[in-house]
């Protein structure tokens, strides 16, 4: 099984700024490679997917990069909106599982 | 517009079963994998299992393999997971999610959501 680590586990960082959340996976994943965002009391939203490409309607302030193992996540100025958990995922390898990270908590500084 | 709408959720004693429901609309259903994920109070997301848009390609998480069984009933756009010998542990909001239009295949991210069912596992 593959297994996905983000760092650090809570971010904090003022509304304006740049916030770079991480994910690591155990092996190669390619670019298959998903990030979410949640909210308290809601269902999770496919920010990205194939590691850079933004899911529909997601703002152009939400980045993806890397490939094989490393992968970053950047909010390029922190909207109030913005401040919620996110979830890595891999979905490379076969068969399943497809192993989400163990998610970053983005906090108002 | 897409829909997902989960349901069979609530209280079940350790070694009971429960099955949920996924009732979907806005797309051909019979065309998609569909997956169930699962995310304990206050904690992070897990995957449970995945089912190919015909049906015979059934994949499950090592926590639930062998106590879990995924299916669907593309007649009635609806996906099952069927929870036999129920844990503790498997306490946790139940979703049922769909991949992005794009990716019809079993290896895909997971672009749209349900919005849960709870289930409580206790005595």
């Known amino acids: 099984e593959i297994v996905m680590t983000q760092s650090p586990a809570t971010l904090s960082v003022s509304p304006g700024e740049r916030a770079t959340l991480s994910c690591r996976a155990s092996?190669?994943?390619?670019?298959?490679l998903a990030w979410y965002q949640q909210k308290p009391g809601q269902a999770p939203r496919l920010l990205i997917y194939?590691?850079?490409t933004r899911a529909t309607g997601i703002p152009a302030r939400f980045s993806g990069s890397g490939s094989g193992t490393e992968f970053t996540l950047t909010i390029s100025s922190l909207q109030s909106e913005d401040f919620a958990f996110y979830y890595c995922q891999q979905y490379n390898n076969w068969p399943p599982p497809y192993t989400f990270g163990q998610g970053t908590k983005l906090e108002i500084k | 517009e897409v829909q997902l709408v989960e349901s069979g959720g609530g209280l079940v004693q350790p070694g009971g079963s429960l099955r949920l429901s996924c009732a979907a609309s806005?797309?051909?259903?019979?065309?998609?994998?569909m997956s169930w994920v699962r995310q304990a109070p206050g904690k992070g997301l897990e995957w449970v299992s995945v089912i190919s848009g015909s049906g015979p390609g059934t994949y499950y998480a090592d926590s639930v393999k062998g106590r879990f069984t995924i299916s669907r009933d593309n007649s009635k756009n609806t996906l099952y997971l069927q929870m036999n010998s129920l844990r503790a542990e498997d306490t946790a909001v139940y979703y049922c999610?769909?991949?992005?239009?794009?990716?019809?295949?079993?290896?895909?991210?997971?672009?749209?959501w349900g919005q849960g069912t709870l289930v409580t596992v206790s005595s």
């Open positions: 092996q190669s994943v390619s670019s298959n």
């Open positions: 806005g797309f051909t259903f019979s065309s998609y994998a």
């Open positions: 999610a769909k991949p992005p239009g794009y990716c019809s295949i079993t290896s895909c991210p997971l672009g749209y």
């Open positions: 194939g590691a850079s």
